[in-house]
């Protein structure tokens, strides 16, 4: 099933142990941007929380502190995808219900640790979360949000 399959049935891909769908966020109305948190450019990943559940889990990377390991896409993709494996505590995490999730979020992909199998169109999607990253991180500190 590619991405845009998911989306017109409202099925989530089945997901395997340790395998997490990689996400974009959709464009929102300006009305709606105001309550995003997640850093323009994050790595963003997600799965059900528990099986049976209507809720999913998502994690995010954005590199909020400039670590020199992490200006990849890979490479934030790697952290956050760590973080929901493991469930290593952070502040970098959210949950949605499926009906929601679906609404802001397009899967692009599945991540196990170690291979990316991108749906069809995902290539381009990941570039333009890349470049995002790149705008957002080139401004000054003050203009990018952190504290002057």
């Known amino acids: ?13 089945v997901l395997h142990e340790r395998e997490v769908w990689i996400v974009v966020e959709k464009p929102a109305p300006i009305e709606k941007a105001v309550y ?3 850093t323009p450019g994050s790595a963003i990943v997600a799965a059900p929380m528990r099986p049976g559940t209507d809720y999913v889990k998502i994690y995010f990377e954005g590199n909020h502190f400039r670590a020199v390991n992490q200006h990849r896409y890979e490479e934030r993709l790697v952290n956050c ?7 290593y505590p952070t502040i970098a995490m959210t949950g949605n219900s499926v009906a929601d999730f679906l609404d802001r979020y397009d899967i692009v992909g599945t991540y196990d640790g170690k291979v990316m199998n991108l749906f069809e169109g995902a ?4 570039a333009e979360v890349q470049r995002a990253y790149d705008e957002f991180w080139s401004r000054p500190i ?3 949000g952190a504290a002057p």
């Open 1 to 13: 099933m590619n991405a845009s399959e998911a989306l017109s049935t409202r099925e989530l891909p």
């Open 36 to 38: 995003r948190h997640i």
């Open 81 to 87: 995808w760590g973080r929901l494996v493991y469930r």
């Open 123 to 126: 290539e381009e999607r990941l």
């Open 142 to 144: 003050e203009s990018a």
